[in-house]
Nanobody
């Protein structure tokens, strides 16, 4: 099974920047895609950005042009967040879609989440 650990959250003023990192551990698995989701109080969890093993990226419209997801390595992904707004405040979760190297269906695991707070 793949285990995910996030880092890099914190408190920042509006207009500032933060960089989140996610590291996956585990063996005998191929990671198919990694992504970042967020959940604000009272709201559903939503996709922020994702990147496939082939480097294809997808962004939520609300972060397009401000956030950049990168696949640092096969098991690491970063999310660079610039021009942060108070509405970006949420718990950010890393997610990884993976499949066993010896065959089998894909699964998804989640990190524990990291708090991002943007003050106005």
């Amino acid at each position: 099974q793949v285990h995910l650990v996030e880092s890099g959250g914190g408190l920042v003023q509006a207009g500032g920047s933060l960089r989140l990192s996610c590291a996956a551990s585990g063996s005998a698995f191929s990671i198919l895609a990694m992504g970042w989701y967020r959940q604000a109080p009272g709201k559903q969890r939503e996709l922020v950005a994702e990147v496939t093993s082939g480097g294809i990226t997808k962004y939520a419209e609300s972060v397009e042009g401000r956030f950049t997801i990168s696949r640092v390595s096969a098991k690491n992904t970063d999310l660079q967040m610039n021009s942060l707004k108070p509405e970006d405040t949420a718990v950010y979760y890393c997610a990884a879609d993976y499949a066993p190297l010896l065959g089998g269906g894909a699964s998804r695991n989640w990190g524990q989440g990291t708090q991002v707070t943007v003050s106005s």
